[in-house]
């Protein structure tokens, strides 16, 4: 014996590969809202230093008389 429904279903199917690909989208919306929510939406060059180095400026070291050769820069 089978089952069958009262009223048959006119629609098309929804392609497999449509169903997968918004499933993944929407794991992946989850794990990016999730990651986001975990670091306290915290963005920016300081996110990458730690907290015990304050952002500074990059300093560069002193000259020590190097000369380019001619054309170099030019």
């Not at 929804?14 to 929510?37: C, E, F």
């Not at 180095?53 to 380019?68: I, L």
Request: net charge positive; charged share 10%.
């Amino acid at each position: 014996m089978t089952y069958q429904t009262s009223e048959p279903s006119n629609r098309p199917r929804v392609p497999r590969w449509v169903v997968l690909s918004a499933i993944g989208v929407a794991v992946l919306v989850i794990v990016v809202v999730v990651m986001m929510l975990v670091s306290g939406g915290e963005h920016g060059p300081g996110r990458h230093g730690g907290s015990d180095h304050p952002h500074t400026s990059v300093t560069h070291a002193p000259s020590t008389g190097h000369v380019p050769p001619s054309g170099a820069h030019g």
